[in-house]
């Protein structure tokens, strides 16, 4: 039953706050604080009436609770000073005093939902605000009936696989299986299901081999974003499924995300919303430069301030703080003190965000020193969403520093093929590098990390690892080289401060890093 106030119009079934016909943008929590207050405007709320209702009774701090109401009186057009509309009491709690007209739901429910169903089809201006994606039944071009379970499977498992990815809206199986067996229009499918983007694809199966073919298409355009071709041999097609459908999520992923940050910098400045200001910091974060963060971080705070629930933008605002000190470019402590805030916020707000647990559980390992709270928090991320890339790549830095360099690994590896042209790849190749050393493989250990500093120059961690590689394996002339290369990128570098700057535990891993270092010239 949708609630009327003013020129509002709160809908707590579709979950929507409207003024005029324009929607206004609100974190679920805040929705849930203001559909709460409406509810209950004949009385003063206590803020353990708001805990219970809104948190379900989790502590959460006194800022944040003043936030999330700062944040609806912001949605409705009112604010502390005034009170129009939500007025504090003091010491008791918060009303909402706005004159309440509640719109009765009409009589014939079924015409209701066919014509909202129908104005929702022939019209694009219900497309949703966040990015959605429909995953059309894949066509079975082996001709053999009997194996097309295996083509819906792939579908499910990929319809499945992409809800768990927290700012993607995926179309249930239902809806999406209407379309199977039919011709069927890219942009016309985008109308009647609301979504920007399509997956759609085919399974040839022959002589126990099969062929999946999958692309994603833009459906405003018609545009291919991504196509791709996966083959493998079908004596264990539970196996081979599973496969196919982390290759095909783990690509679509990063190309929606590709897509989205597009998008985002074609719409103009003066009119962003706190996800569009979250992907265009998300290109500035993958850069990796001083000036990239620096123009990241902001972006991501303006996030935060338009919607001061958005958990993933808190924990890539934290992970700006960690990037600034893997460089050296944190000035003070109070720098990295609130890294630490920001990550913990970001777990606070989406215990079930897998982009806020891995970015801000790797955020308290490094900024606090939390390595087992920090590898939690990933293998968390990871139950939530297993393709998610930066989650294996993460979580293989921790592991390193752990003391597990072959786990680690392994979780370089299975992140480099989610995600072989990811932007964080030199990331990616540093850390294996860093496995690699602890591992005792020095070669390897060079050759990955020469790999990341080709990739991005300005980024010193990998030429400490070429230096303390090529000294332990006897190069010493080019171990020479790379620590020249480290002290031009970091003059104020030290041996001594390894130890705060990665927080690696073993101590005879610690001491042949240090080692290597010293041997290649590097200061004390």
Not at 120 to 148: D, H, K, M, W, Y
Not at 327 to 345: M, P
Request: proline share 3%.
């Amino acid at each position: 039953m949708p609630f009327l106030f003013e020129d509002y119009c709160l809908d707590a079934d579709r979950r929507e706050l409207k003024r005029g016909s324009a929607l206004v943008a609100v974190g679920p929590k805040v929705f849930d604080l203001l559909l709460f207050l409406v509810r209950n405007r004949e009385q003063v709320v206590a803020k353990d009436d708001l805990l219970g209702a809104v948190w379900q009774g989790r502590t959460v701090s006194e800022s944040t609770l003043t936030s999330h109401v700062n944040a609806v009186r912001k949605a409705v057009g009112d604010t502390g000073k005034e009170q129009r509309l939500i007025r504090t009491i003091s010491r008791k709690g918060i009303r909402f005093v706005g004159e309440i007209i509640e719109e009765k739901s009409p009589a014939n429910g079924f015409i209701a939902d066919f014509n909202t169903a129908s104005a929702r089809r022939s019209s694009p201006s219900t497309l949703a605000e966040c990015p959605s994606v429909a995953v059309l039944p894949f066509r079975n071009l082996g001709g053999n009936v009997e194996q097309e379970y295996f083509a819906d499977g792939i579908v499910e498992e990929i319809i499945t696989s992409l809800s768990q990815i927290r700012w993607l809206l995926v179309i249930a199986r239902n809806s999406s299986f209407t379309y199977k067996g039919r011709m069927v229009d890219e942009k016309q499918v985008g109308r009647e299901l609301g979504v920007r983007y399509v997956v759609e694809g085919s399974v040839r199966q022959s002589e126990g081999r099969v062929r999946i073919t999958g692309q994603l298409v833009d459906t405003s355009t018609g545009t291919h974003v991504w196509a791709g071709r996966f083959e493998g041999r079908l004596d264990d097609i539970f196996e081979l499924q599973d496969q196919v459908t982390a290759s095909i999520v783990g690509a679509i992923a990063s190309q929606l995300e590709r897509a989205e940050i597009e998008r985002a910098r074609r719409k103009p400045t003066g009119n962003l919303s706190a996800y569009d200001n979250y992907l265009r910091a998300m290109p500035h974060l993958h850069h990796g430069t001083l000036e990239a963060i620096d123009m990241a971080l902001p972006l991501f705070q303006r996030a935060i301030q338009l919607d001061p629930e958005f958990a993933s933008a808190h924990a890539m605002a934290s992970w700006c703080h960690v990037w600034r000190k893997i460089n050296g470019w944190i000035t003070d402590r109070e720098q990295e003190v609130e890294g630490i805030r920001l990550a913990q916020l970001a777990i606070e707000l989406g215990n079930d965000d897998a982009v806020a647990l891995t970015r801000g559980g790797h955020a308290l390992a490094h900024l606090a020193g939390d390595l087992d709270g920090g590898i939690a928090l990933i293998n968390r991320a990871l139950v939530l969403n297993p393709n998610l890339t930066a989650a294996w790549f993460l979580g293989g830095f921790l592991k390193t520093f752990s003391g597990d360099a072959e786990t680690a690994i392994t979780f370089f590896k299975r992140a480099m093929q989610f995600s072989p042209l990811d932007p964080e790849l030199f990331r990616m190749q540093t850390g294996i590098a860093l496995s690699y050393l602890f591992a005792g493989d020095f070669e390897m250990a060079a050759s990955w990390a020469g790999q990341s500093f080709r990739q991005s120059r300005a980024f010193f961690a990998p030429m400490t690892v070429v230096a303390a590689s090529y000294a332990l394996a006897g190069r010493t002339e080019q171990a020479r080289k790379a620590a020249e290369h480290v002290e031009k990128l970091n003059p104020a570098f030290c041996i001594s401060r390894i130890q705060n700057w990665l927080p690696i535990r073993r101590p005879e891993h610690l001491a042949s890093f240090a080692t290597g270092l010293r041997q290649a010239g590097l200061p004390d």
